[in-house]
């Protein structure tokens, strides 16, 4: 088992089959095959900057647990009793209308954490989170999670920066469902979610499958392929392996924007 960023990595009969880090969690996975992981808390980005003595306190509190494709990791509703981080593996945050349809909010990828709004509130889960593929997650108590915020300066920046992307992410994702032309919102949609990588290459990194991102964006399955299809065909956009790139963000941009 490994991720891109190698925040979880394997070792068998004791040897790493990833790169080495300061901070690692040993976690025993299967002791009749001498398999196990390794997490890689400083390759989390809220904890990267922590002292010596408050890693050694969040490896002390930290618990781990993994999920099967589609469980669900978090329950709207329930308590907020922990902060969690995505090791390895995807997750996308959704919510139930009144009439029982699930609408997705947000995805989710290693190195992220999620539940902090219950955590420091002290109030219950406000949406669900559904695990896309196998994860492994790991959960922080509360009462650490709080003493981080508030003891810990590269915690505390790192969380407002945070929020605030939060906050302005939410209400482009508000507008985006707003649009009353679908083929619009899904190329609005693919304008937030694309990042510019090496070499100023705009990619969409763990592209949810055409369902996810009809249940995210308030569609169907069928016009989101088709949709997609047309924008491969006009060669703005390539398709790859859970990844999206595009070949011609001006005329995404321009698309979005009529």
Do not use: C, W
Not at 138 to 159: D, E, G, I, Q, Y
Not at 212 to 236: C, K
């Amino acid at each position: 088992m490994s991720t891109d960023n190698f925040i979880v990595t394997a070792t068998k009969n004791g040897v790493p089959l990833g790169p080495e880090d300061a901070s690692v969690m040993p976690v025993p996975k299967d002791s009749q095959n001498k398999v196990s992981v390794q997490i890689h808390l400083r390759k989390i980005p809220l904890l990267a900057q922590l002292s010596e003595d408050e890693m050694r306190q969040v490896m002390t509190d930290l618990r781990i647990r993994t999920y099967a494709k589609r469980d669900v990791v978090l329950q709207k509703g329930a308590s907020g009793d922990s902060l969690l981080f995505l090791l390895s593996g995807q997750l996308q945050v959704i919510d139930v209308t009144e009439d029982g349809r699930a609408i997705g909010l947000r995805m989710l990828a290693p190195g992220d954490f999620f539940g902090e709004i219950a955590v420091i509130n002290g109030s219950t889960r406000s949406a669900s989170v559904v695990a896309l593929s196998p994860v492994m997650v790991a959960l922080l108590p509360r009462n650490t999670a709080l003493h981080l915020f508030s003891h810990s300066p590269s915690v505390a920046k790192h969380m407002l920066r945070f929020l605030a992307e939060k906050v302005q992410r939410d209400s482009q994702f508000r507008a985006l469902l707003s649009i009353h032309n679908t083929a619009k919102r899904i190329y609005t949609f693919l304008e937030l979610m694309k990042e510019k990588k090496e070499g100023d290459v705009e990619v969409v990194e763990n592209l949810p499958t055409h369902q996810d991102i009809a249940n995210m964006i308030n569609t169907s399955r069928e016009t989101v392929t088709r949709t997609l299809l047309a924008l491969v065909q006009q060669g703005i956009i390539e398709k790859g392996t859970h990844r999206l790139i595009i070949l011609n963000p001006a005329e995404l941009h321009k698309l979005a924007q009529n």
